[in-house]
Nanobody
Framework: QVQLVESGGGLVQAGGSLRLSCAAS????????MGWYRQAPGKQRELVAVIPSRGTTTYADFVKGRFTISRDNAKNTVYLQMMSLKPEDTAVYYCNADARSWAAPSFRSWWGQGTQVTVSS
C-alpha cells in the first residue's frame, strides 16, 4: 500500500507564505504524477497544481504566479510553496499521487488525509 502524509499547514495572515510537504511511504514501486488539491467548506475538491514525472507542471488559474509545486523523487516527496496567500485560499489541502505498490501493481490514485490552511484577512 501507499501512504501519503501532508504537513506544513497552519494559520497565516493574508499576504503570508506557507510551504506544504507530502511524503509518500509504503511498498512503493513507482510514482508518476503527484499533485495538490484543496477543498473549502461547501465546495467541490479542486486541483491546485500537478507535477508529472515528465513534462511541465500544471497550475490552476487562481494560483498561477503565487504557488510553486516541486518534488524530490529520492524522498518520494512533493512540495507546494504558497506565497501571497489570500483568504480565499483557506481550505483543506490534499496530496495526491499516481502510484504503484507491490499490493496494487496497477497505477491508481492515492490520497493523503489533508492539512488545514487558514488565511486570515
Amino acid at each position: 500500500q501507499v501512504q501519503l502524509v501532508e504537513s506544513g499547514g497552519g494559520l497565516v495572515q493574508a499576504g503570508g507564505s506557507l510551504r506544504l510537504s507530502c511524503a509518500a511511504s509504503g511498498s512503493i514501486l513507482s510514482i508518476n504524477a503527484m499533485g495538490w488539491y484543496r477543498q473549502a467548506p461547501g465546495k467541490q475538491r479542486e486541483l491546485v497544481a500537478v507535477i508529472p514525472s515528465r513534462g511541465t507542471t500544471t497550475y490552476a488559474d487562481f494560483v498561477k504566479g503565487r504557488f510553486t509545486i516541486s518534488r524530490d523523487n529520492a524522498k518520494n516527496t512533493v512540495y507546494l510553496q504558497m506565497m501571497s496567500l489570500k483568504p480565499e485560499d483557506t481550505a483543506v489541502y490534499y496530496c495526491n499521487a499516481d502510484a504503484r505498490s507491490w499490493a496494487a501493481p496497477s497505477f491508481r490514485s492515492w490520497w493523503g488525509q489533508g492539512t488545514q490552511v487558514t488565511v486570515s484577512s
